[in-house]
């Protein structure tokens, strides 16, 4: 395929409520959307997971614009006749920026799927059509606000909870939501705010028969998470510090990690991701799949992921509506706290164009060269 012109749009989307997590609060879901159109006509779409801040990961929305227009696309436009599997290759001088370079790749994965009538599921090897709901739950204002907000998660139909939680909001919910659902599979989520320091704390933890935590310490901190996990009984799982295959196995080796929560803008793409995967299944590694608060465009893409033999565990991938009340695509529905995993050529979702105009804040069309 050779790419015609690449469209960059930012969009912003109002959250069902806000989503604090140890690192901020996010009202709504500021986001560039890529279309790649081929000389052929067909079209790829992809969402960049980047939020507008540096705050969970040094990638940022203009950020990721500028990336893209100054480097990776003349790139990409130069070498010719592309295809998904050979993006990674000829970005890979260009350092880090995985959030940006995998929102080209999934565009360029979506267009090239659609030309040949494949889903996003089949090329991946998904292993069946439903895949296990889970739900991360911000940090609430007081804890009757959490165990309303649980509670209807749990009515819903979801099948996991994941608490966000931070120095001052950790052993109190986590035992009110365990006393509350003793059989509930449960975990929590620090996004890096705890430190070394912190390891008597975190052990107070294994009183509540969690997953795991996930990402308790700076990103950086490897040998520090493998300190942890050999003083703490419940699994850690690393989030923000897997970056590559490379990250990954490194951090197994060092038995830093013992799950993996696989996130492909993180990690530089779906291609990326499935070889993380690959890596997990040999070594007995249960995976998930995260979530960037995707709008319907990521979110096909990463239940497609999720439907991989590996990811033994419910992700966050919620419905649509844990997110907003209305989506950019066909909406993702639960049912039975499971969601289907899409059929269609590509990422197998209807695009809604009107809403994606509505809530367009700037767009530029960039010809390939
Ligand atoms: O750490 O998993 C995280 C959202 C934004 C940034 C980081 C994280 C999250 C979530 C939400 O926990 C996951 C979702 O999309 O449901
Ligand atoms: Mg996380």
Not at 64 to 70: G, P, W
Not at 148 to 166: A, F, H, M, P, T
Not at 202 to 226: F, N, S, T
Not at 341 to 362: K, L, M, N, R, Y
Request: net charge negative.
């Amino acid at each position: 395929m050779k790419i015609k012109s690449v469209e960059i749009r930012t969009i912003a989307l109002p959250l069902v409520r806000p989503f604090r997590t140890s690192f901020g609060t996010q009202n709504d879901r500021e986001l560039l959307l890529i279309k790649i159109t081929m000389h052929d006509g067909v079209e790829g779409w992809a969402e960049c997971v980047a939020m507008s801040e540096p705050l969970y990961s040094p990638e940022f929305t203009a950020g990721c614009q500028d990336v893209m227009e100054r480097f990776l696309l003349p790139n990409l436009f130069a070498y010719g006749d592309i295809r998904a599997e050979d993006v990674a290759g000829t970005l890979r001088p260009f350092l880090g920026h995985q959030m940006a370079k995998a929102a080209l790749e999934s565009a360029i994965l979506d267009a090239q799927l659609k030309l040949e009538g494949i889903s996003f599921g089949s090329y991946l090897g998904s292993s069946r059509d439903l895949i296990d709901c889970g739900v991360s739950v911000g940090i609430a204002p007081s804890i009757e606000s959490l165990v309303e907000e649980v509670s209807d998660y749990i009515n819903q139909g979801y099948r996991r909870i994941k608490l966000k939680i931070e120095p001052g909001w950790d052993i109190e919910p986590v035992s009110v939501i365990r006393g509350m659902w003793p059989t509930i599979p449960l975990q929590v989520d620090a996004n890096q705010a705890y430190t070394r320091n912190d390891t008597e704390l975190l052990k107070k933890l294994d009183a509540y028969d969690l997953l795991l935590i996930e990402q308790p310490l700076d990103e950086h901190d490897i040998v520090g998470h493998a300190l942890l996990a050999a003083k703490v009984s419940t699994p850690i799982c690393l989030d923000e510090s897997i970056t590559s295959y490379e990250s990954a196995r490194d951090a197994l080796a060092l038995k830093a990690t013992t799950v993996i929560n696989i996130k492909p803008g993180r990690v530089g793409g779906y291609l990326e991701s499935l070889k993380i995967h690959d890596l997990c299944v040999e070594h007995n590694i249960p995976v998930w799949c995260g979530g960037m608060l995707e709008t319907g465009i990521g979110r096909a893409a990463n239940v497609a992921l999720a439907s991989l033999p590996g990811f033994t565990l419910p992700g966050d991938t919620s419905a649509s509506s844990r997110f907003f009340k209305r989506d950019i695509t066909t909406p993702f529905i639960m049912e039975d706290g499971q969601l289907r995993v899409p059929h269609g050529p590509g990422i197998g979702v209807e695009i809604d164009h009107e809403f994606i105009e509505e809530i367009t804040s700037a767009r530029k069309l960039i010809p390939a060269k």
